[in-house]
């Protein structure tokens, strides 16, 4: 388990183009480093194949999301590709960091905006493929969206690798487990750093 000092615990925020593998290399982190706070989103989008309600998002009704937003129980919030809504649960974020454990958002370009506005101190990481070659396969490869979807995520692909200079440090991923410890490496460097 990795060392952190709790006194310098900071929030990170994991952002990239759609299919660039945020979730892959989250999970990769769930599994190797559980020292470290992964936040779990809520989304009104249905469950893909194998995923946990709890685990990998907070699965909640239109009605249920709109009542954590009026209530200021998120941290952050968008619509995503212009159908389903994904917002970060605020609470466990504070606890995790008061607790002296660093924390991580994985989220998309919307939402790591909106936490640039509300918290200025966190380190934003821009998650991104080798190519854009390779991340046309990786979401073909996945499966999971029509045709139609699939135009319209590589179109606001386009639009989130624009973005790249907006964040702190880039991490391109090549292969999951090297992105999983140059982006924990960066986090035990932050932690340590006077």
Same mark, same amino acid.
């Given at each position: 388990?990795?060392?952190?000092?709790?006194?310098?615990?900071?929030?990170?925020?994991?952002?990239?183009?759609?299919?660039?593998?945020?979730?892959?290399?989250? +999970?990769?982190? &769930?599994?190797?480093?559980? /020292? @470290?706070? #992964?936040?779990?989103?809520?989304?009104? $989008?249905?469950?893909? !194949?194998?995923?946990?309600?709890?685990?990998?998002?907070?699965?909640?009704?239109?009605?249920?999301?709109?009542?954590?937003?009026?209530?200021?129980?998120?941290?952050?919030?968008?619509?995503?590709?212009?159908?389903?809504?994904?917002?970060?649960?605020?609470?466990?974020?504070?606890?995790?960091? +008061?607790?002296? &454990?660093?924390?991580?958002? /994985? @989220?998309? #370009?919307?939402?790591?905006?909106?936490? $640039?506005?509300?918290? !200025?101190?966190?380190?934003?990481?821009?998650?991104?493929?080798?190519?854009?070659?390779?991340?046309?396969?990786?979401?073909?490869?996945?499966?999971?969206?029509?045709?139609?979807?699939?135009?319209?995520?590589?179109?606001?692909?386009?639009?989130?690798?624009?973005?790249?200079?907006?964040?702190?440090?880039?991490?391109?991923?090549?292969?999951?487990?090297?992105?999983?410890?140059?982006?924990?490496?960066?986090?035990?460097?932050?932690?340590?750093?006077?």
């Amino acid at each position: 388990m990795t060392e952190f000092a709790p006194a310098r615990s900071k929030l990170f925020v994991l952002a990239g183009p759609t299919a660039v593998g945020k979730g892959t290399v989250a +999970a990769g982190i &769930r599994e190797l480093h559980p /020292e @470290i706070y #992964l936040s779990v989103s809520a989304t009104t $989008r249905a469950p893909r !194949p194998g995923e946990v309600d709890g685990l990998h998002y907070h699965f909640v009704s239109v009605e249920e999301f709109d009542r954590l937003v009026d209530e200021g129980q998120m941290l952050e919030w968008a619509v995503v590709h212009g159908v389903n809504r994904y917002g970060t649960p605020r609470g466990p974020v504070d606890d995790a960091l +008061a607790d002296g &454990r660093p924390a991580l958002l /994985e @989220i998309d #370009l919307q939402g790591a905006r909106q936490v $640039r506005e509300t918290m !200025p101190e966190a380190v934003f990481v821009f998650l991104k493929p080798p190519s854009w070659d390779e991340l046309v396969r990786r979401l073909v490869g996945r499966g999971t969206e029509t045709e139609e979807e699939r135009e319209r995520r590589l179109r606001t692909a386009r639009e989130e690798l624009a973005a790249e200079d907006e964040f702190d440090v880039t991490i391109v991923n090549r292969e999951v487990h090297a992105a999983v410890e140059e982006l924990v490496a960066l986090m035990v460097d932050s932690s340590t750093r006077p």
